[in-house]
């Protein structure tokens, strides 16, 4: 059976985040509608299930905004929804994404009772002067505490994010950060250097030339030392920005790695499900109240994608991974050729470089070029 | 026909440019009603999109225009339209030629400037008879006395009965065209004699092939006669007679003194030369005596023309090829440049030929192109004695077998209010120009005359001169030979690999700061690459210049999920193409933008 995932987007947060581009909406917690929304989201739910019910589920994944922030009796309600609507497996992840302010160690055992396995918390940082800069609401203590709780929970698996490659941030900073994060016991850490994005406040700054920025060789220094530091830990750089224990990867991501389809649910969700053209890439409704009136009723906007269109995502993604990614066999699952003349001049300069590596099949960036991956990729697209 | 020899008039109007020449022309036709005012739009007779746009002319267009005049008797007026700018000198005298009259306009508000002094020198060479004219007369600023007089003391023309006129306005208009039929003398050829046309203009036309625009000097062209062309020794049956009045319209013959077109179905341009005397096939109405034709026109002004995409070759090819046939004046042969692939080294007049011929590759063919920088074309002496022509900088032989270099200079006439006469002077002071002389044509403007190397001038002196004048200087030039000048070649590498289509040929003095001023540009150009790049010019060996690309320390998209991943693909989609566009120096890669913007540099 094909695997396949469900995204679950919660479109509210406490305060928007100013480098954050995701569908979020600053809101007070008493004015999030829980009962409406999950209602909403099941019925979309029972409108999208039938192009994924031959999938076997093995991820189910609550991303927001801040998902933490819904009554967990309703999110609770909207995943036994899935699970009754759709095949899941055995062992399927079930990880909701939260924020240190609306988690602790009650709130994660509820989430634990309702059936949530796995949870993401977005520490970022570990500084105040570094959360205060990017906007978050918690201090570094507070940080720690919902890291703390959440491991000492009945929930299973516990990752954190972190946001390195801030203004004037040391690699030495990183480093410690993360290591200080390793050694409450996780097994799993997200450290992303902060990107910049149009449309954000950050990115708006940046446009007016009012945002410090930080040099792109110290960020490239910071992102050598938490590899360095945590691989010390036991903690496997399995993905560019992802480290996990053997076995403690995120599966909900791996999925989209590895091209897998993935259903959509809820205000602003991107879906992907195949099709015999190729597939297709599906946005719901970005605002709110109309998705609460609209919800099942389609998508705000739909993108056709050709076998080489997602070709070259699987080149994209399957690059982003330390194992890499078999070309042939994704070429063959979507039907078209692998090496095209150009693609092979290509990989040819590059394995030359050691920009990348061939084994087999497989093709995979070695660590101390995988600070170049948007370039590597971009050429054997 | 029926209009007699008597009753023709061939004139040109001749100006400064901007002094409102093609205006005058709008009007002229209106009053002798060849345009309605329906079909009346500005400046008709610039048919070239760039030349409206522009408001210069550049190809010279003709009209044949019927007047009734004062004495009640209709005459033929064929309106032969000139160029203004000094590129295009050798359209005004192949129009002229055709001509036995000149209306020279003068800007009444303006007064003589360089290139009305350079277009009466012309007329004269060919014996016209000048008719000033003072225009824009309803401006406030005109003052028509003084210019009156300085025409007189500058140009010494008579100025007792020159028409006050505007184009604008139509005052005067009908006072030229009776000056015209009063002053300028009919045509003198023989209409019972064996045929002589002079070719002054040829194009072509996709349907009819290779056109050419005929003044007959004597006897005349029939639909259906064979000619032969004298030159080129080849024959044709004409196919179509015609002229523009203003719009195309078919005739049965072109009298003596006539001027019109014909076509004949020939589909070699190389058949058609301007200057070339046409006569009869037949045998017992051929004249033997050719018209003495027109010095070839040399490019003075080279530069390479790459196609941005190297597929566009072949189109670029066509595009010179098709251009050629309606432009003889500028010269292309295959070039190639380690930088830029496979292009033409073409030869211009100027830099405004260049730009226009550039203007019209990308726009009447929808070329994307890059030229290399303009060079002027160096006498180089080799130490074997042998002597070559280098007109790119990228063939310069090595220092070491150079003996020395000579550069061509030109004769540079600059008019000027007397309050820049200073700043006018440092200027070509700092051109490396000797003062030849300064007179006062006027209390208060004053004609400098310089000799100045060719390639100063070429590079920003036009520029300079207008921001140095605050726009009131005017110049004209005329190359006048060759001296030997301390030049020395630039070289622009990049990680020790020379760019050779960068390469410059400067004076040594200038060549620290031309160096580095093209390093610094650069490297505002190449994109980090993941080693350091550095950027250095030189001379020889010797290395006067560098700049330094800090190497690129990351390239990677930190978070990628389910709906991040159209927007990164179109991202990296957007970086291929990019990367497409990408010149390999070494192991260097270089957008297509840095040599675009380098070699639109002028400072």
Same mark, same amino acid.
């Given at each position: 059976m094909q695997r396949a995932s469900v995204y679950v987007h919660f479109p509210w947060c406490l305060t928007k985040c100013p480098y954050c581009d995701f569908v979020s909406y600053a809101t007070e917690r008493p004015a999030v509608p829980h009962a409406a929304y999950a209602d909403a989201v099941i019925r979309e739910l029972r409108a999208r299930a039938e192009s994924f019910q031959t999938k076997e589920i093995a991820s189910i994944f609550f991303g927001g905004g801040t998902p933490s922030l819904w009554?967990?009796?309703?999110?609770?309600?909207?995943?036994?929804?899935?699970?009754?609507?759709?095949?899941?497996?055995?062992?399927?992840?079930?990880?909701?994404?939260?924020?240190?302010?609306?988690?602790?160690?009650?709130?994660?055992?509820?989430?634990?009772?309702?059936?949530?396995?796995?949870?993401?918390?977005?520490?970022?940082?570990?500084?105040?002067?570094?959360?205060?800069?990017?906007?978050?609401l918690h201090n570094p203590q507070g940080a720690l505490d919902a890291v703390t709780d959440a491991l000492a929970s009945n929930i299973a698996r516990v990752s954190?994010?972190?946001?390195?490659?801030?203004?004037?941030?040391?690699?030495?900073?990183?480093?410690?950060?993360?290591?200080?994060?390793?050694?409450?016991?996780?097994?799993?850490l997200s450290c992303y250097q902060l990107t910049i994005e149009p449309g954000t406040r950050f990115g708006e700054l940046a446009r007016r030339g009012r945002l410090p920025l930080a040099d792109d060789g110290r960020v490239a220094d910071a992102f050598l030392a938490i590899d360095e530091a945590l691989a010390a830990r036991g903690l496997v750089h399995y993905e560019i920005s992802n480290y996990a224990a053997p076995g403690e990867e995120a599966r909900h991501n791996l999925g989209y790695w590895r091209g897998e389809e993935y259903l959509g649910l809820g205000c602003g969700a991107y879906g992907f499900v195949r099709n015999e053209l190729g597939g297709v890439r599906w946005r719901n409704e970005i605002d709110p109240a109309r998705y609460l009136e609209r919800a099942g009723w389609g998508s705000m906007s739909e993108e056709p994608l050709d076998a080489e269109t997602l070709l070259r995502e699987r080149i994209m993604l399957g690059l982003r991974l330390a194992t890499g990614f078999d070309l042939e066999a994704a070429a063959a699952d979507l039907g078209v050729v692998a090496w095209t003349d150009e693609r092979s001049r290509e990989a040819d300069k590059m394995l030359k470089s050691q920009r990348l590596i061939r084994e087999g099949a497989i093709l995979r960036i070695p660590n101390k070029a995988w600070l170049f991956t948007d370039d590597t990729a971009a050429r054997l697209f | 026909m029926s209009i007699p020899q008597s009753h023709i008039r061939n004139f040109s109007i001749i100006a400064h440019i901007d002094h409102g020449k093609s205006t005058l022309a709008d009007r002229i036709l209106e009053v002798t009603g060849a345009v309605s005012s329906r079909e009346a739009r500005e400046q008709f007779l610039d048919k070239m999109d760039i030349e409206r746009e522009r408001g210069i002319t550049i190809k010279a267009q003709n009209v044949r225009l019927k007047y009734v005049a004062k004495d009640g008797q209709v005459y033929q007026l064929n309106l032969i339209d000139t160029p203004g700018h000094v590129d295009f000198n050798y359209e005004v005298s192949r129009s002229l030629s055709a001509c036995e009259g000149a209306i020279l306009v003068v800007d009444s508000t303006q007064g003589v400037e360089a290139q009305t002094l350079a277009n009466v020198y012309l007329a004269l060479d060919q014996g016209l008879e000048i008719l000033p004219v003072l225009n824009k007369v309803d401006l406030p600023s005109s003052d028509v006395e003084k210019t009156k007089e300085q025409i007189e003391q500058v140009i010494g023309l008579d100025c007792a009965d020159a028409v006050s006129c505007s184009g604008k306005t139509g005052v005067g208009v009908a006072d030229i065209l009776e000056q015209i039929v009063l002053k300028v003398p009919p045509p003198r050829g023989n209409p019972e004699g064996n045929l002589r046309a002079l070719i002054f203009d040829t194009w072509y036309d996709a349907y009819r092939g290779a056109m050419v625009?005929? *003044?007959?000097?004597?006897?005349?062209?029939?639909?259906?006669?064979?000619?032969?062309?004298?030159?080129?020794?080849?024959?044709?049956?004409?196919?179509?007679?015609?002229s523009f009045q203003p719009f195309a319209v078919a005739l049965e013959e072109i009298g003596a003194g006539e001027v019109g077109f014909i076509a004949a179905n020939i589909r070699s341009v190389h058949d058609t030369k301007v200057g070339?005397?046409?006569?009869?096939?037949?045998?017992?109405?051929?004249?033997?005596?050719?018209?003495?034709? %027109?010095?070839?026109?040399?490019?003075?002004?080279?530069?390479?023309?790459?196609?941005?995409?190297?597929?566009?070759?072949?189109?670029? *090819?066509?595009?010179?090829?098709?251009?050629?046939?309606?432009?003889?004046?500028?010269?292309?042969?295959?070039?190639?440049?380690?930088?830029?692939? %496979?292009?033409?080294?073409?030869? %211009?007049?100027?830099?405004?030929?260049?730009?226009?011929?550039?203007?019209?590759?990308? *726009?009447? %063919?929808?070329?994307?192109?890059?030229?290399?920088?303009?060079?002027?074309?160096?006498?180089?002496?080799?130490?074997?004695?042998?002597?070559? *022509?280098?007109?790119?900088?990228?063939?310069?032989?090595?220092?070491?077998?150079?003996?020395?270099?000579?550069?061509?200079?030109?004769?540079?006439?600059?008019h000027v209010p007397t309050d820049y006469v200073g700043a006018v002077l440092s200027l070509c002071q700092d051109k490396r120009g000797s003062q030849i002389d300064l007179k006062y044509a006027s209390q208060d403007r004053v004609i400098i005359i310089y000799e100045l190397p060719f390639g100063e001038v070429l590079f920003d002196f036009h520029d300079k001169l207008k921001s140095v004048s605050r726009g009131y200087a005017s110049m004209d030039y005329e190359v006048i030979g060759y001296k030997p000048g301390q030049l020395v070649k630039v070289d622009i590498m990049v990680n020790g690999e020379p760019l050779d289509a960068l390469s410059i040929i400067v004076h040594k003095d200038r060549a620290y700061h031309r160096g580095r001023g093209l390093s610094e540009k650069l490297k505002e150009f190449v994109p980090q690459q993941q080693y350091e790049v550095a950027i250095q010019a030189a001379i020889g060996g010797k290395i006067i210049a560098r700049e330094t690309v800090r190497a690129l320390r990351k390239d990677v998209t930190a978070k990628c999920y389910g709906g991040d991943i159209s927007r990164k693909r179109k991202l990296l989609e957007k970086q291929k193409e990019g990367k497409k566009r990408m010149k390999q120096v070494g192991s260097v890669e270089i957008p297509q933008e840095a040599f675009l913007a380098i070699l639109k540099v002028d400072s």
């Open positions: 009554e967990p009796a309703e999110l609770g309600r909207v995943l036994a929804a899935i699970r009754d609507a759709l095949g899941c497996a055995p062992q399927v992840e079930v990880t909701v994404e939260c924020n240190p302010t609306s988690l602790d160690r009650a709130r994660a055992d509820a989430l634990a009772s309702v059936g949530v396995n796995r949870l993401s918390i977005g520490t970022q940082s570990l500084k105040q002067e570094q959360l205060s800069f990017l906007g978050r954190t994010d972190l946001i390195f490659g801030l203004p004037e941030q040391s690699a030495d900073d990183a480093r410690a950060q993360a290591l200080a994060l390793a050694d409450l016991g996780l097994r799993h | 625009m005929v *003044r007959v000097l004597d006897g005349c062209i029939k639909r259906g006669d064979k000619i032969r062309f004298m030159v080129t020794k080849t024959e044709y049956e004409v196919t179509e007679i015609g070339d005397t046409i006569t009869h096939a037949l045998p017992s109405r051929q004249s033997t005596d050719a018209l003495p034709g %027109f010095k070839d026109v040399k490019p003075m002004v080279f530069a390479g023309i790459f196609p941005t995409d190297s597929s566009d070759y072949p189109a670029l *090819r066509d595009a010179l090829e098709k251009l050629h046939l309606n432009d003889a004046a500028f010269n292309f042969e295959p070039d190639s440049s380690e930088a830029l692939g %496979f292009g033409f080294r073409c030869g %211009f007049l100027g830099l405004l030929h260049m730009e226009i011929i550039q203007e019209r590759l990308e *726009r009447e %063919f929808n070329l994307d192109l890059i030229t290399t920088a303009p060079s002027v074309v160096y006498q180089v002496y080799k130490t074997d004695g042998t002597q070559v *022509r280098v007109d790119n900088p990228a063939k310069l032989p090595l220092a070491q077998y150079v003996e020395r270099i000579e550069e061509p200079y030109v004769k540079m006439a600059i």
